[in-house]
């Protein structure tokens, strides 16, 4: 039975790939922090069929430690800190986590096992201040945020370790994904979970910062499969996973309203507080590389995603 050991398992995209592994015959584990209080609730469900380990992307000997009492075959390193306006706030902290931490976990695989499969989740706000459009795996980088920077530099440090060390390392170059197990600080939740809860009359208002931000919007179910299909090539190599379509966060605002029959117009208040230092205004990805090397696309529409965040939304409000 092949083992993969997941970093993030508790995330979203973390708790998708998990299922999606299991389906496929694998045993997996999930790296966890120490903490008080555990936020399991997007793994609840697996828990009977995973198995958790302690581990730190700031502690190079728990890395190895997770590492040589899973052995896995491949590693998909999900962790980070991921939400883009806490790292204007912890710029210093987000480093640690989404960039030195990824060579703490490269070194500790390379000193362990340099066998072993890796995979880094690498982010399109590296692209940030877009050169061209739509953004392929040649577009040249320029990150408008901690977080982005911090991504550019664990996506390079994998192309480094992938040809010094002759690893087999690559980065999913993600657009972003939703998804109902989406955090609720994200934009996507953020406005799914407000309409559900003003349709049943626990909010008045909505609000939000740039409605004219424009993103490429995917499914993490459909993504997580393109995780999979990256390690299972026969050579290692990097690729854009998207779905070519923008939209801008209005589309995404009167798609999820009128799911519940409402006019955003009534609801929706721009508030400055909301509005990033450096806006990252357009962001739309070309996956021809994906689609043609990996066989990989997307399934889920952007309207049927966001109209399936509203319903789980309502159910749980």
Same mark, same amino acid.
């Given at each position: 039975m092949? #083992?993969?050991?997941?970093?993030?398992?508790s995330?979203?995209d973390?708790?998708?790939?998990?299922?999606?592994? !299991?389906? $496929?015959g694998?045993e997996?584990?999930?790296m966890?922090?120490?903490?008080s209080?555990?936020?399991?609730?997007r793994?609840?469900h697996? *828990?009977d069929?995973?198995?958790?380990?302690?581990?730190?992307?700031?502690?190079?000997?728990s890395?190895?430690?997770?590492?040589?009492?899973t052995?896995?075959?491949e590693?998909?390193n999900l962790?980070a800190?991921?939400?883009?306006?806490? &790292?204007?706030?912890?710029?210093?902290?987000?480093s640690?986590?989404?960039?030195?931490g990824?060579?703490r976990?490269?070194?500790?695989v390379r000193?362990?096992?340099?066998?072993i499969?890796f995979?880094?989740?690498?982010?399109?706000?590296m692209?940030?201040?877009?050169?061209?459009?739509?953004q392929?795996?040649?577009?040249? +980088?320029?990150?408008?945020?901690?977080?982005?920077?911090?991504?550019?530099?664990?996506?390079?440090?994998?192309?480094?370790?992938?040809? &010094?060390?002759?690893?087999f390392a690559?980065?999913?170059?993600? +657009?972003?994904?939703e &998804?109902?197990?989406r955090?609720? =600080? +994200?934009?996507?939740?953020k406005?799914?979970?407000g @309409?559900? $809860?003003?349709?049943?009359?626990?909010?008045?208002?909505?609000?939000?910062?740039?409605?004219?931000?424009?993103?490429?919007?995917? +499914?993490?179910?459909?993504? @997580? =499969?393109?995780m999979? !299909? *990256?390690?299972q090539? &026969?050579e290692?190599?990097?690729?854009? @996973?998207?779905?070519g379509?923008?939209?801008? @966060?209005?589309?995404?605002? =009167?798609?999820a309203?009128?799911?519940?029959g409402?006019?955003?117009?009534?609801?929706?208040?721009?508030?400055?507080a909301f509005? #990033?230092?450096? =806006?990252?205004? !357009?962001?739309?990805g /070309?996956?021809?590389?994906?689609?043609?090397?990996?066989?990989?696309?997307?399934k889920?529409?952007f309207?049927? *995603?966001i109209?399936? *965040?509203? /319903?789980?939304?309502l159910?749980?409000?």
């Amino acid at each position: 039975m092949k #083992r993969a050991l997941i970093t993030g398992i508790s995330g979203q995209d973390g708790s998708y790939l998990a299922e999606l592994l !299991l389906d $496929k015959g694998y045993e997996v584990f999930g790296m966890v922090r120490r903490a008080s209080v555990d936020k399991f609730e997007r793994i609840t469900h697996l *828990m009977d069929r995973i198995q958790l380990v302690q581990g730190d992307l700031l502690d190079q000997f728990s890395l190895i430690a997770a590492l040589e009492k899973t052995e896995p075959a491949e590693v998909y390193n999900l962790a980070a800190q991921s939400f883009v306006p806490t &790292s204007w706030a912890q710029p210093v902290l987000t480093s640690e986590f989404t960039a030195v931490g990824v060579t703490r976990l490269l070194e500790s695989v390379r000193l362990v096992n340099n066998k072993i499969k890796f995979y880094q989740a690498s982010s399109s706000e590296m692209y940030g201040k877009v050169r061209e459009t739509p953004q392929n795996e040649l577009t040249p +980088f320029y990150p408008r945020s901690p977080y982005g920077v911090s991504k550019a530099y664990g996506h390079y440090i994998t192309v480094n370790y992938r040809e &010094s060390y002759d690893m087999f390392a690559v980065s999913g170059i993600l +657009f972003n994904h939703e &998804s109902p197990r989406r955090g609720l =600080e +994200f934009v996507t939740r953020k406005v799914t979970d407000g @309409v559900a $809860k003003i349709k049943k009359g626990k909010a008045k208002e909505l609000r939000l910062g740039n409605l004219d931000a424009r993103r490429d919007w995917g +499914f993490a179910g459909d993504y @997580v =499969e393109a995780m999979y !299909l *990256m390690l299972q090539q &026969s050579e290692p190599d990097d690729y854009v @996973v998207a779905t070519g379509e923008a939209h801008t @966060v209005e589309r995404l605002v =009167e798609v999820a309203f009128s799911h519940v029959g409402l006019n955003w117009k009534d609801y929706v208040k721009i508030d400055p507080a909301f509005i #990033r230092p450096a =806006e990252v205004d !357009l962001l739309i990805g /070309d996956s021809a590389k994906a689609r043609q090397k990996l066989g990989w696309k997307p399934k889920v529409s952007f309207e049927k *995603m966001i109209q399936m *965040m509203v /319903d789980a939304d309502l159910e749980r409000v």
